[in-house]
C-alpha cells in the first residue's frame, strides 16, 4: 500500500512537471509567433515610414540651406553627405536656369531627367506613381522606373528662386532590411526556444 502512495505521489509531481514545463516552453512559442507575425506584417511599413520621414528631412535641409544662402558651404555639404550616406538617398539640386548646383550621385544627367519628368508630368501616360502627400511648392510620391523595374520613394518640389529639387531613394534597400531582419529574428527565436526549453526542463526536474 505504501509503495502504490509513492508511486501515485511519482506520478503526480511528474505530471505537474510536466505541465509546468509545456505551459512555459509554449507560451515561449506563442511569444515568438507573436513577434514574428508583428515583424511580418508590419516591419515593412515601420521602415517605409522611417525612410519617408529621412527624405522629408533630407528635401528640408535643401531647402533651408537655398534659403540661407548655404547650398554651397562645406557645413551643408557634410550635413547632406551624412544623412545621404546613411539612408542611401539620392539627390539633385538644379538653378532656375537648370544647371546642376548640388548632387549626391554620379548620374546627375539622369536625375535631372526624372526630375522634370516629375515637373512636366510628361510620363503621365504610364501609370506607376503612387502620390503619398502634395503641400506647398513639394509632392512625395512613390515610382516605378520603367528600364529597372525598381519603386522609389521620391520628394521633388520648386523652392526658392526657381530653385529644382528631387531627393529619393530604392524601395528594394527596404525590402532588403526587412528580409534580413525577419530571418535574424527567425534564428534568434529558434535558438531562444531550444536555450529556454532546455533550461525549463532542467529546472523542473531539479525542483521535483
Known amino acids: 500500500m505504501k509503495k502504490t502512495d509513492e508511486l501515485i505521489s511519482k506520478a503526480k509531481t511528474h505530471s505537474i512537471r510536466f505541465e509546468?514545463?509545456?505551459?512555459?516552453?509554449?507560451?515561449?512559442?506563442?511569444?515568438?509567433?507573436?513577434?514574428l507575425v508583428i515583424n511580418l506584417f508590419f516591419m515593412e511599413q515601420f521602415y517605409v515610414q522611417n525612410k519617408r520621414e529621412a527624405i522629408i528631412q533630407a528635401y528640408r535641409s535643401i531647402a533651408q540651406a537655398i534659403s540661407d544662402g548655404d547650398i554651397t558651404s562645406e557645413e551643408f555639404d557634410v550635413e547632406i553627405t551624412h544623412i545621404c550616406e546613411r539612408y542611401n538617398i539620392e539627390m539633385i539640386v538644379l538653378d532656375a536656369d537648370s544647371l546642376t548646383i548640388k548632387s549626391s550621385a554620379n548620374n546627375a544627367e539622369q536625375l535631372t531627367k526624372i526630375l522634370w519628368d516629375n515637373i512636366l508630368d510628361s510620363d503621365s501616360s504610364y501609370d506607376a506613381k503612387e502620390i503619398i502627400d502634395i503641400g506647398e511648392g513639394y509632392t512625395l510620391q512613390?515610382?516605378?522606373?520603367r528600364a529597372t523595374g525598381r519603386k522609389y520613394l521620391e520628394m521633388w518640389g520648386v523652392v526658392g528662386a526657381g530653385n529644382l529639387i528631387l531627393v529619393r531613394s530604392t524601395m528594394e534597400s527596404i525590402k532588403d532590411s526587412v528580409a534580413i531582419s525577419n530571418t535574424f529574428m527567425a534564428y534568434v527565436g529558434v535558438i531562444a526556444i531550444v536555450v529556454g526549453s532546455v533550461v525549463i526542463l532542467y529546472i523542473s526536474k531539479k525542483a521535483s
Open 142 to 145: 512613390i515610382e516605378k522606373d
Open 20 to 35: 509546468i514545463s509545456s505551459a512555459f516552453i509554449f507560451t515561449l512559442i506563442m511569444a515568438f509567433g507573436f513577434c
